[in-house]
């Protein structure tokens, strides 16, 4: 049951991340006073690109073509260990929060070596900067969950955030810093503005979109929804640790019902804060993002030392 | 029983050495053999005409070399035998042997700490032992003698070996002195090259430095007990002073051979000129005897350990890790860039031992033990992956004579099944899931997040930062090893060497890697076996081991509790396949998406380049401008300017040299210093036989005042 009950929260991760994404951009262009595309133009535009034929460089080896298999696969597993729903799932304890960064690593690696197999600037460019990106940003990640995972004594996210939840109401102020370091690696991480801009297609300051230049047809599908299901994986992790309110913790339909609700809710409200903040700012050169995510690094480190400092039991 | 195999693995690599020797004896063994069927005519014919045509030049050579290489193997074979039956049967072997001084004959001792290490020994000495013969082949007989490789091959692994025997401080040395002295002529190998005989030197200089740190240090705890053996240094009653003077000594001693910055800078110099399967070993395993001598001089010999030494070793770790795996990431030559990985990896095993100390000063042993074990799991990891890659930097070298990662490109078309073992490495190094570096790394975070069982404010503070740098260095060592396998396998050729480079014809040059792949992989899904032999260690040295390791079953990791945390590879590896299986069944059902080649985006110009890639140097440029103040970069654009005004650029060249802050600052002055005093001390030699004459006399009255 408790595995029939991933499967089917992973399944819904998957299906519901193109809609997120419609959703963001459906409030972007409302914002911006344009017309927006349907909700549903994610899923129609991944359909038609797995119809297509899909066309490769001369000088690809092997590892171009599987790479983004193995990126959404990571994506996937990634999105398995994250409570969506309900808490207490068996993949939570079959793989940690850690482990969860690991499979971002390991998605990462292999389109920055996708990036760089085609043998264009282009994907040279778009691989360096992600890496140092990434580099940044992992490790402010890891400080921001590492607050969460001291309060609650575990890095399994299921018991995390059912510590969260049991230990009611409470203003922490590591949990403040937390939040706002994991809100600003997210942004980095899932490549919107101000580091990345998903919309741009100017060379000279294209990350993300710089490495899959080359990708088309099923490949380029594969990437794009697994960059959806990142960008959602992103926010569920922000909603549900901090605001971890409704979530499922039994398996009841009702209570199962009620956490689909509240997940509903929770990213409804956390995508047009994007679209918002999206629409404000501007892209950042590329070397002040250091800066940025220095910041959340040291946002990090400082809600753990808080933690440590003023709220553990001793 | 088990001491024998012990003694065996000693042997055999003590034979591997001496029977090279009979590389240039082919003459006498000729000589020899004709008198021999002279005298006992055989009654097959056959056999004696096999006997010599195997004597004959080509053939012979080949032979030996086979037969070297087959006694090392064996070697590392019965290192591995004795390692995992000495740490199943979980006793403590000692015995005599009667050499070395008249009243202190060589006092052995194999408990499970040795035996660990001798696993590790083994399985790379195995691994180059199907390795080496290919690699070798390649080396020119009169310039590169091969009996001279051949001798300090064997010296130097038996060297490793013994001093994991040693149980006295006299026989440690000597064993510890061949090991470096053997490797020191390892290094100077292809000795035609000025640097590289520099290299050798500079490494020779930091051994001998160290090794006298080690004996001082080993000199304060005799200083306080009767007896040189590890015995008696075990009962010494050291003041707190005098016990934190032992371990300075002996950190500094054991650092310098491990590679610890700042004491580090012979690694980047000595790993790339030394033949690759020697630098594997010393990178791989030399590394880790170091490690090994830190471990039994702290946890075994002195009594008890201060949390204080602990924050040391964190703070040099965490140095080391950072600045390892910074400096590596601006390396253009391959096997520079692993050495300097090899800091990084060492630093991080340090900063585990420094939370193991701490834990175990502050009465937390079962931490310790956990900490204890994520350490020696990672210099397991890193010797496994580490030889992995220095190997297969050997069939790069072999294959392209290049070591340049700028020079080479599209290596993955050309040699598929060294890129694909060469892929595993740099997967395992970057700490990816379902491969062996990351559960090592894994362990570390889960002992790093322990921090809120202590009481002291400086360290609870302290720990989360070094979690941080520790989660910072695997993000660099990801993004560098995405630089060098790109750069190397993938792209296009960036030179006509690596462009007419071809897959490696010697089977069992892709057997050694092979097999250290296999081994990343089996214990990345299972890391339950290997993880279990730890804990017997701990048991053994730290009295304490982690009780319920397997409180979920073999399947899982759950070092402190199901509770806290846990991970199962072989259900991620199950999870991992089914998604990609129903990706790829899904994706590929419909017949008409079959893919199609084109060239790739070029922006309309037309016409790219092998030169438009990014090479090793615009891969790192944002790391290096972010990270700016951690080398001294020296960065030079000349531009020949043409036409009217001087506007248009004819010609342009871009020169960019980084170098380590250590020589400078620290390097520098101390030879400064030495070349100061040493003219100081040349005044009084002024050459004139009269001056001499008077210093003779007035030491002679000297000397008659003092007995009188």
Same mark, same amino acid.
């Not at chain 2, 401080?169 to 640097?195: C, D, G, K, R, T």
């Not at chain 2, 371990?247 to 004491?263: E, Q, S, Y």
């Given at each position: 049951?408790?595995?029939?009950? +991933?499967?089917?929260?992973?399944?819904?991760?998957?299906?519901? +991340?193109?809609?997120?994404?419609?959703?963001?951009?459906?409030?972007?262009?409302?914002?911006?006073?344009?017309?927006?595309?349907?909700?549903?133009?994610?899923?129609?535009?991944?359909?038609?690109?797995?119809?297509?034929?899909?066309?490769? +460089?001369?000088?690809?080896?092997?590892?171009?073509?599987?790479?983004?298999?193995?990126?959404?696969?990571?994506?996937?597993?990634?999105?398995?260990?994250?409570?969506?729903?309900?808490?207490?799932?068996?993949?939570?304890?079959?793989?940690?929060?850690?482990?969860?960064?690991?499979?971002?690593?390991?998605?990462?690696?292999?389109?920055?070596?996708?990036?760089?197999?085609?043998?264009?600037?282009?994907?040279?460019?778009?691989?360096?900067?992600?890496?140092?990106?990434?580099?940044?940003?992992?490790?402010?990640?890891?400080?921001?969950?590492?607050?969460?995972?001291?309060?609650?004594?575990?890095?399994? !996210?299921?018991?995390?955030?059912?510590?969260?939840?049991?230990?009611?109401?409470? !203003?922490?102020?590591?949990?403040?810093?937390?939040?706002?370091?994991?809100?600003?690696?997210?942004?980095?991480?899932?490549?919107?503005?101000?580091?990345?801009?998903?919309?741009?297609?100017?060379?000279?300051?294209?990350?993300?979109?710089?490495?899959?230049?080359?990708?088309?047809?099923?490949? !380029?599908?594969?990437?794009?929804?697994?960059?959806?299901?990142?960008?959602?994986?992103?926010?569920?992790?922000?909603?549900?640790?901090?605001?971890?309110?409704?979530?499922?913790?039994?398996?009841?339909?009702?209570?199962?019902?009620?956490?689909?609700?509240?997940?509903?809710?929770?990213?409804?409200?956390?995508?047009?804060?994007?679209?918002?903040?999206?629409?404000?700012?501007?892209?950042?050169?590329?070397?002040?993002?250091?800066?940025?995510?220095?910041?959340?690094?040291?946002?990090?480190?400082?809600?753990?030392?808080?933690?440590?400092?003023?709220?553990?039991?001793? | 029983?088990?001491?024998?195999?012990?003694?065996?693995?000693?042997?055999?690599?003590?034979?591997?050495?001496?029977?090279?020797?009979?590389?240039?004896?082919?003459?006498?063994?000729?000589?020899?053999?004709?008198?021999?069927?002279?005298?006992?005519?055989?009654?097959?014919?056959?056999?004696?005409?096999?006997?010599?045509?195997?004597?004959?030049?080509?053939?012979?050579?080949?032979?030996?070399?086979?037969?070297?290489?087959?006694?090392?193997?064996?070697?590392?074979?019965?290192?591995?035998?004795?390692?995992?039956?000495?740490?199943?049967?979980?006793?403590?072997?000692?015995?005599?042997?009667?050499?070395?001084?008249?009243?202190?004959?060589?006092?052995?001792?194999?408990?499970?700490?040795? %035996?660990?290490?001798?696993?590790?020994?083994?399985?790379?000495?195995?691994?180059?032992?199907?390795?080496?013969?290919?690699?070798?082949?390649?080396?020119?007989?009169?310039?590169?003698?091969?009996?001279?490789?051949?001798?300090?091959?064997?010296?130097?692994?038996?060297?490793?070996?013994?001093?994991?025997?040693?149980?006295?401080?006299?026989?440690?040395?000597?064993?510890?002195?061949?090991?470096?002295?053997?490797?020191?002529?390892?290094?100077?190998?292809?000795?035609?090259?000025?640097?590289?005989?520099?290299?050798?030197?500079?490494?020779?200089?930091?051994?001998?430095?160290?090794?006298?740190?080690?004996?001082?240090?080993?000199?304060?705890?005799?200083?306080?007990?009767?007896?040189?053996?590890?015995?008696?240094?075990?009962?010494?009653?050291?003041?707190?002073?005098?016990?934190?003077?032992?371990?300075?000594?002996?950190?500094?001693?054991?650092?310098?051979?491990?590679?610890?910055?700042?004491?580090?800078?012979?690694?980047?110099?000595?790993?790339?000129?030394?033949?690759?399967?020697?630098?594997?070993?010393?990178?791989?395993?030399?590394?880790?005897?170091?490690?090994? %001598?830190?471990?039994?001089?702290?946890?075994?010999?002195?009594?008890?350990?201060?949390?204080?030494?602990?924050?040391?070793?964190?703070?040099?770790?965490?140095?080391?890790?950072?600045?390892?795996?910074?400096?590596?990431?601006?390396?253009?030559?391959?096997?520079?860039?692993?050495?300097?990985?090899?800091?990084?990896?060492?630093?991080?095993?340090?900063?585990?031992?420094?939370?193991?100390?701490?834990?175990?000063?502050?009465?937390?042993?079962?931490?310790?033990?956990?900490?204890?074990?994520?350490?020696?799991?990672?210099?397991?990891?890193?010797?496994?992956?580490?030889?992995?890659?220095?190997?297969?930097?050997?069939?790069?070298?072999?294959?392209?004579?290049?070591?340049?990662?700028?020079?080479?490109?599209?290596?993955?078309?050309?040699?598929?099944?060294?890129?694909?073992?060469?892929?595993?490495?740099?997967?395992?190094?970057?700490?990816?899931?379902?491969?062996?570096?990351?559960?090592?790394?894994?362990?570390?975070?889960?002992?790093?997040?322990?921090?809120?069982?202590?009481?002291?404010?400086?360290?609870?503070?302290?720990?989360?930062?070094?979690?941080?740098?520790?989660?910072?260095?695997?993000?660099?060592?990801?993004?560098?090893?995405?630089?060098?396998?790109?750069?190397?396998?993938?792209?296009?050729?960036?030179?006509?060497?690596?462009?007419?480079?071809?897959?490696?014809?010697?089977?069992?040059?892709?057997?050694?890697?092979?097999?250290?792949?296999?081994?990343?992989?089996?214990?990345?899904?299972?890391?339950?076996?290997?993880?279990?032999?730890?804990?017997?260690?701990?048991?053994?040295?730290?009295?304490?081991?982690?009780?319920?390791?397997?409180?979920?079953?073999?399947?899982?990791?759950?070092?402190?509790?199901?509770?806290?945390?846990?991970?199962?590879?072989?259900?991620?590896?199950?999870?991992?396949?089914?998604?990609?299986?129903?990706?790829?069944?899904?994706?590929?059902?419909?017949?008409?998406?079959?893919?199609?080649?084109?060239?790739?985006?070029?922006?309309?110009?037309?016409?790219?380049?092998?030169?438009?890639?990014?090479?090793?140097?615009?891969?790192?440029?944002?790391?290096?401008?972010?990270?700016?103040?951690?080398?001294?970069?020296?960065?030079?654009?000349?531009?020949?300017?043409?036409?009217?005004?001087?506007?248009?650029?004819?010609?342009?060249?871009?020169?960019?040299?980084?170098?380590?802050?250590?020589?400078?600052?620290?390097?520098?002055?101390?030879?400064?210093?030495?070349?100061?005093?040493?003219?100081?001390?040349?005044?009084?030699?002024?050459?004139?036989?009269?001056?001499?004459?008077?210093?003779?006399?007035?030491?002679?009255?000297?000397?008659?005042?003092?007995?009188?």
């Amino acid at each position: 049951m408790n595995w029939l009950i +991933a499967v089917i929260q992973t399944s819904l991760f998957a299906a519901l +991340a193109p809609l997120l994404a419609g959703w963001i951009k459906w409030c972007k262009c409302r914002l911006q006073n344009r017309k927006a595309p349907s909700l549903f133009q994610p899923y129609r535009d991944l359909i038609k690109l797995t119809n297509k034929q899909p066309v490769v +460089a001369e000088q690809a080896s092997w590892l171009f073509t599987i790479a983004p298999y193995i990126v959404f696969s990571a994506t996937v597993l990634a999105a398995s260990i994250v409570p969506l729903i309900a808490v207490d799932l068996p993949t939570s304890a079959s793989a940690d929060v850690i482990v969860m960064v690991g499979f971002f690593a390991f998605a990462r690696f292999f389109l920055a070596l996708a990036g760089l197999d085609i043998g264009t600037a282009f994907g040279g460019m778009g691989s360096s900067r992600e890496m140092t990106i990434s580099s940044l940003a992992e490790p402010a990640m890891l400080m921001a969950i590492f607050t969460l995972t001291m309060t609650a004594s575990t890095t399994n !996210l299921s018991v995390a955030i059912s510590h969260v939840l049991n230990d009611g109401l409470v !203003l922490r102020p590591s949990f403040v810093f937390a939040l706002f370091a994991l809100i600003i690696v997210a942004i980095a991480e899932t490549g919107r503005v101000p580091v990345d801009n998903p919309a741009t297609h100017l060379e000279l300051t294209m990350i993300h979109e710089a490495m899959i230049l080359e990708y088309s047809g099923r490949h !380029l599908a594969l990437i794009e929804w697994a960059s959806q299901l990142k960008l959602m994986l992103y926010g569920v992790l922000i909603a549900n640790i901090f605001f971890p309110w409704g979530i499922a913790e039994t398996f009841s339909a009702k209570a199962l019902g009620y956490g689909l609700l509240a997940i509903f809710g929770k990213l409804t409200v956390l995508a047009i804060l994007l679209a918002v903040s999206e629409t404000l700012l501007a892209k950042m050169r590329l070397f002040r993002v250091q800066e940025y995510l220095g910041f959340a690094y040291l946002l990090g480190v400082l809600g753990l030392l808080s933690y440590i400092i003023l709220e553990a039991s001793r | 029983m088990i001491i024998v195999l012990a003694y065996c693995a000693v042997l055999l690599s003590l034979a591997s050495g001496f029977v090279a020797l009979l590389m240039n004896q082919r003459s006498i063994l000729l000589k020899f053999s004709r008198s021999w069927f002279k005298k006992y005519p055989p009654g097959d014919a056959q056999y004696a005409r096999l006997i010599n045509s195997n004597l004959k030049e080509r053939r012979f050579s080949h032979l030996l070399r086979l037969a070297v290489f087959a006694l090392l193997g064996l070697s590392g074979l019965f290192a591995i035998l004795a390692g995992i039956s000495v740490l199943i049967s979980k006793e403590i072997i000692t015995d005599q042997i009667g050499l070395g001084l008249p009243w202190l004959s060589w006092h052995v001792r194999f408990d499970s700490l040795s %035996g660990f290490f001798f696993l590790i020994v083994g399985i790379a000495v195995g691994a180059v032992g199907f390795y080496g013969p290919g690699y070798v082949h390649a080396y020119a007989e009169k310039q590169h003698p091969f009996a001279a490789l051949g001798l300090f091959t064997g010296l130097f692994v038996s060297g490793m070996l013994l001093v994991l025997l040693a149980d006295d401080a006299f026989f440690f040395m000597i064993a510890w002195e061949l090991m470096s002295v053997a490797s020191y002529f390892l290094v100077a190998f292809q000795h035609e090259n000025p640097a590289n005989r520099r290299a050798a030197f500079l490494y020779l200089l930091m051994a001998e430095v160290g090794a006298l740190a080690i004996i001082l240090s080993f000199g304060v705890l005799a200083s306080f007990t009767d007896g040189f053996t590890f015995d008696a240094l075990r009962e010494a009653k050291l003041s707190t002073t005098w016990a934190s003077i032992a371990f300075a000594l002996a950190l500094l001693g054991f650092g310098m051979k491990a590679g610890i910055v700042p004491v580090h800078v012979w690694l980047p110099e000595a790993h790339p000129v030394a033949p690759s399967h020697i630098s594997a070993l010393m990178s791989g395993v030399m590394l880790k005897i170091a490690l090994y %001598g830190l471990i039994r001089f702290c946890f075994d010999l002195l009594a008890e350990v201060l949390w204080q030494w602990g924050v040391v070793l964190l703070i040099a770790g965490t140095v080391s890790a950072l600045g390892g795996i910074l400096y590596a990431l601006m390396q253009t030559n391959l096997k520079r860039l692993l050495a300097y990985s090899s800091v990084e990896n060492i630093g991080i095993i340090f900063m585990v031992m420094g939370l193991t100390m701490i834990f175990m000063a502050n009465g937390q042993p079962q931490l310790a033990a956990l900490g204890f074990l994520a350490a020696l799991l990672h210099a397991f990891n890193h010797a496994l992956f580490k030889n992995l890659l220095f190997l297969g930097a050997g069939i790069i070298q072999h294959q392209t004579h290049e070591l340049n990662i700028d020079m080479m490109g599209g290596l993955i078309k050309r040699m598929p099944q060294t890129s694909m073992l060469f892929l595993i490495g740099c997967m395992s190094i970057s700490g990816l899931p379902l491969f062996n570096g990351f559960v090592s790394e894994w362990l570390s975070f889960q002992t790093a997040l322990q921090v809120d069982v202590l009481d002291n404010g400086v360290l609870r503070s302290l720990i989360p930062v070094a979690a941080a740098a520790l989660a910072l260095t695997a993000a660099l060592a990801s993004a560098c090893f995405v630089k060098v396998f790109g750069m190397m396998f993938l792209g296009r050729s960036r030179s006509r060497n690596s462009d007419k480079a071809h897959e490696v014809k010697d089977k069992g040059m892709l057997a050694g890697p092979g097999l250290l792949a296999g081994l990343c992989f089996l214990f990345g899904i299972f890391p339950g076996v290997i993880i279990s032999l730890i804990n017997d260690v701990a048991a053994q040295l730290l009295g304490q081991a982690l009780p319920n390791d397997s409180a979920l079953g073999w399947l899982w990791l759950a070092p402190v509790s199901a509770e806290h945390a846990s991970y199962s590879p072989p259900l991620v590896l199950i999870g991992a396949l089914i998604a990609v299986g129903i990706s790829v069944w899904y994706l590929q059902r419909n017949p008409a998406t079959v893919m199609r080649r084109a060239e790739p985006w070029d922006c309309g110009f037309g016409g790219l380049t092998p030169r438009m890639q990014y090479n090793c140097n615009a891969f790192s440029m944002p790391i290096r401008r972010i990270f700016a103040k951690v080398w001294i970069i020296d960065e030079q654009i000349d531009k020949d300017m043409q036409g009217a005004m001087n506007q248009n650029t004819a010609a342009i060249r871009y020169q960019l040299q980084v170098q380590d802050h250590s020589w400078p600052r620290l390097y520098q002055p101390i030879e400064h210093g030495v070349n100061k005093l040493a003219k100081l001390v040349g005044r009084i030699q002024t050459g004139n036989i009269r001056v001499y004459l008077g210093y003779s006399f007035v030491t002679l009255i000297i000397m008659l005042w003092v007995i009188s």
